[in-house]
């Protein structure tokens, strides 16, 4: 019983099962995902109604809200990666942060340009020193930090234990950075700017926002799927089923 | 130091205080690292007494840590390349304990010349006389949270080749709740608040890295090394 119950999480520590796993669904993940975003920006941009005080400027929510949620949850999963990885040693969690840190960090990199895009006609100004820029800016030096960590150490298996340490030691950091720097913001920053107290949104508001973000987690997947099977290739060239699988590819490729 | 393990961590202290002490050349550099970064300011923002007063506990404390990460940025280098590391992993003493007392043998030897400094500095930024024993008081407190943070910084760089810009990168993002109620608390001073409050919060601050940074920083260095 325990056995049949704990398989799911042991085939995932396969990088042979990951990278079958992967072939089968990055493709219509990708397909979902692209279509899911389109179509929500279709709604979004074009059918639902302008916001009564920001007019269309508040349409960039779409791309703002999920690339700051996607950055935020991308760390979170690096991190139980590296729990993962630590404890019971699975190189897929090392797999899964090289892959994911870079998409992370430019998630962080496009909620903040986005987010200034739109603080501009809304708060008249690109960059206000708020608490929740100032921690968004911080996560993306946390992402910069494990990337440029990674790219530092030469041998593969300390690479990966470094780096689960720093995402470890990042994540236990991430709330007590938050918390001192909302306590910052309000010490020397009287609330200059808000954003408006918000009226609960019409459905046809929310509802491709929702969307957006369904569709952004499918994208993020499959391109993470997409990287671990090239990193999975890489790392594991060594082995059999690799030599097989590339042996059958090039004899297509000749024939 | 093997007949009387309790005693060794108080030896190892004793000889780690002493070989900052001994290098002599290094603290004072990183003192005048310090009075130069804070000279920087009134040269290239403003030398006026309005700007500087506002501005003196921020460049203080920035300086103070950016001094320290320096200094402290290297600590386990020396120990890595002729091998005291992998004797440590060896010893019968767990490594977060020998971490966390070298942590505390620099910390304490290194801060004492920056602090030393801060009366002068404070006076030429025309800080207000009386908020200089808590921004002192702030400074003793925070500097033994940075070091802790350092440590972990420095645990992970220490083999590789290139080790400062890195570091940087790695530890000031984790650095900004202590210079945030480090700085924060001087200024409550400063405007005659309670500083309590902040004060407990920067003390809480300083324990929770102290108990749990020597975790990170010995499971790093047992990476290094292999183990």
Redesign the interface.
Known sequence: MANTKWTWFHRFGSPKWLYDFAERYNGPLFGVGCALMLGACFWGLFIAPPDYQQGDSFRIIYIHVPTAILAQSCYMMMAAAALVGLVWRMKISDYFIACAAPIGAVMTFLALFTGAVWGKPTWGTWWVWDARLTSML?LL??Y??VI??RS??Q?A??RA??SY??V???V??IP??K???D??NT?HQPATFTLTEKPAMPAEMWLPLLIMVIGIYCFFTALVLVRMQAEIVQRELKTRWVHKLLNIEGERSNG | MDKQPKNALFQLWLHEARVVIRGKQDLLNSVMFFVLVVMLFPLGVDPGVEFLRISSTGLIWVAVLLSLMLTLGSMFKADFDDGTIELWLQSSHPIFALVFVKVLALWAISILPLLAMVPLLATMLHFPFEGLGVLILSLLLGSLALAHIVSVGAALTASAKTGGILLMLLVLPLTVPVLIFGSGVVGLSVDGASISGSFAMLGAITMLYCVLCPFAAGASLKIICDV
């Open positions: 911080l030096f946390l910069f930090g440029a960590l530092s150490i041998s298996d300390n234990r470094a340490v720093l470890l030691v990042g236990i950091n007590i950075i918390y001192s720097v306590w910052w010490l």
